[in-house]
């Protein structure tokens, strides 16, 4: 009767380790493999200016943080950044108005991608206008910039009504308007005047943020 109660005993704990490891082998096969997206080169975003960026106060390194405005998908429509996530910028350089008619400017790049579930992407992203001309959409609702160069583009002080233009895209040129209620039309202010404007970015500015080297992401 001894013997019967022992191997009983023993039947049981065998039934319990091997239960437990087919669980947790069961759980290892069913486990999802996550799938990367690609956010490719030449992506631009539309974002909104949090915080007011001012040439004449503006410093390297100062960090800024802008909106996504409109949500990034995939090629295949796989929805990968949603709006309302947050582009993290800093200031590359800054430089204030000075009197002989020269306009402050401000240089900046834009490092980081965080989504509203906290995850997050190193990026590598330069500042561009949104010119309907210079970019196109995909099917998917994507946005991305033709193939003018896009490089050395700054906030300009400048503008109809103070504020600024995004100025030295392709090398150059009269700037672009940038941001609704900025009231700024393309020019540069003349050098005659005695000092020139501050470029003043206000918070709720939209611009563009060109994306110079792509990565991935999973689905959100």
Excluded: C
């Amino acid at each position: 009767m001894k013997i019967n109660k022992l191997s009983f005993a023993w039947a049981i704990l065998f039934a319990i380790i091997v239960g437990g490891a087919t669980a947790q082998t069961t759980a290892a096969q069913t486990k999802k493999k996550i799938t990367y997206y690609s956010v490719k080169s030449g992506t631009v975003f539309r974002v909104r200016l949090e915080k007011k960026l001012d040439s004449k106060t503006a410093y390297a390194g100062q960090p800024f943080k802008t909106t996504v405005v409109d949500p990034i998908y995939s090629a295949s429509g796989v929805l990968l950044i949603p709006a309302g996530s947050t582009i993290t910028g800093n200031v590359r350089s800054a430089r204030p108005a000075s009197k002989n008619g020269t306009p402050g400017s401000i240089d900046v790049a834009f490092t980081t991608v965080t989504l509203p579930n906290r995850r997050h992407a190193a990026i590598s992203g330069i500042l561009t206008d949104l010119d309907a001309n210079g970019t196109k959409a995909d099917n998917e609702g994507g946005v991305s910039a033709g193939k003018t160069s896009r490089r050395n583009a700054k906030f300009i002080g400048g503008g109809a009504a103070g504020g600024a233009v995004i100025g030295g895209i392709a090398g150059g040129g009269s700037g672009a308007a940038i941001g609704a209620g900025i009231g700024a039309v393309g020019g540069f202010i003349a050098k005659k005047v005695k000092k020139g404007p501050e470029a003043q970015v206000k918070a709720g500015t939209e611009f563009g943020v060109y994306l110079s080297r792509g990565f991935s992401l999973p689905r959100y």
